[in-house]
């Protein structure tokens, strides 16, 4: 039975001298696996469709396993994503959490939304770092480790807060900061940011413009709160940080 899906490749694997294993995160069933036989070869017909980050429809054979690929349609190949080693490395990120937090076939639209539009954002040249943040905060609701973000998870305030923290899961107020002395202090502008990209509408996403202290203390929020809960260890990780580090060497406003 064919089966025809849009969705974006999020992983391909090599198998064989001339096939691959393609990972689609497809709107209509989830991530899905299919093989795409001959597609290494460079006149094959599905050698263009089954690129990394490629964002189209796919027409497939149904299995028990892996499915078999017939044909597929570019709708966007996200080209300078592609052609940028900075951006592609930050959509490498993107499309490894996508993989790692959803399992086979479970449908979730909104995920596929969020992956779309992260990519076009980061095709279209707005700031990575921010895109990164929004991305991470929405996840988290995938991975079933959401944070308190509506008031202090000590004593239920909704003043604003001082600190976060990664023990507690959640803000605390500056009247019970000192609940945990490891709690990461930040700013009021950093704890409103928080929220605001979880809760955010990648539709309606505008240009966000952040200071590098700010993006500094988002990172350590987040970075520290999936490594604490999360369970999935990237590889695109750290060499995603090892380019920001370069990029910030050459950077003459990084001081």
């Known amino acids: 039975m064919l089966q025809r899906v849009e969705g974006i490749v999020i992983r391909t694997t090599d198998y ?10 497809s709107k209509e069933l989830g991530k899905v696996g299919v093989m795409a036989r001959g ?9 263009a469709i089954s690129q990394l980050f490629i964002y189209g429809t796919f027409l497939y054979q149904k299995s028990t396993g892996l499915g078999t690929l017939n044909q597929g349609e570019i709708i966007d190949s996200f080209r300078e994503v592609r052609n940028d080693l900075f951006r592609a490395s930050y959509a490498t990120y993107v499309v490894e959490l996508t993989d790692k937090l959803t399992e086979e076939r479970q449908r979730h639209p909104k995920i596929f939304e969020w992956l779309k539009n992260t990519l076009h954002y980061l095709n279209e040249g707005m700031d990575p770092d921010v895109l990164l943040r929004i991305f ?3 996840m988290m609701s995938v991975a079933g480790i959401s944070p308190q973000l509506d008031a202090c998870i000590s004593c239920g305030t909704t003043d604003l ?11 605390l107020c500056n009247h019970c900061v000192h609940r945990d002395e490891r709690a990461l202090k930040i ?3 950093t704890a409103r940011l928080l929220r605001l ?6 539709e309606r996403l505008g240009q966000i413009s952040l200071k590098q202290e700010t993006k500094l203390e988002l990172k350590s929020v987040i970075s520290s709160y999936y490594d604490e809960y999360s369970g999935v260890t990237l590889k695109s990780k750290r060499f995603l940080e090892q380019l920001e580090r370069m990029n910030l060497n050459l ?5």
């Open 161 to 171: 807060p001082v600190a976060f923290s990664i023990r507690h899961a959640g803000f």
């Open 136 to 138: 991470e905060m929405k």
């Open 39 to 47: 597609s290494k070869k460079p006149k094959s017909r599905l050698t």
């Open 16 to 25: 064989g001298e001339s096939n691959k294993i393609v990972t689609i995160y």
């Open 251 to 255: 950077d003459p406003n990084s001081s």
């Open 197 to 202: 990209f979880y809760y955010i509408d990648l």
């Open 187 to 189: 700013s009021a502008h």
